[in-house]
Nanobody, 123 residues
């Protein structure tokens, strides 16, 4: 059974960069599209980015377009989220999850959620 573990979060300054990792175990990642979500305190889970199983298709929420880049290395069973030009409003717990394709960001259609990694952007 596919299990996902996020890592790479931390305390960052505005304008800074960080790369999150989503590592898979229990199954190979290359059959799944992977989505990144975030949840800020008191808010719902927001879809941030998604990458197809092959890596050939990606999409982004408008709030992160041009600043975040999603990628994957199926040989390493890992998906990455490079986050640049960070803003305080990017502060959230970031999660990765799997589904068969990146049709939409409905969390109910994603599975194998990781435990999340905290990203805090503050000066």
């Amino acid at each position: 059974q596919l299990q996902l573990v996020e890592s790479g979060g931390g305390l960052l300054q505005p304008g800074g960069s960080v790369t999150l990792s989503c590592a898979a175990s229990g199954s190979t990642l290359d059959s799944y599209a992977i989505g990144w979500f975030r949840q800020a305190p008191g808010k719902g889970r927001e879809g941030v980015s998604c990458i197809s199983s092959s890596g050939g298709s990606t999409n982004y929420a408008d709030s992160v377009k041009g600043r975040f880049t999603i990628s994957r290395d199926n040989a390493k069973n890992t998906v990455y989220l490079q986050m640049d030009s960070l803003k305080p409003e990017d502060t959230a717990v970031y999660y990765c999850a799997a589904r068969l394709s990146c049709i939409d960001y409905d969390p109910a259609d994603f599975g194998s959620w990781g435990q999340g990694t905290q990203v805090t952007v503050s000066s």
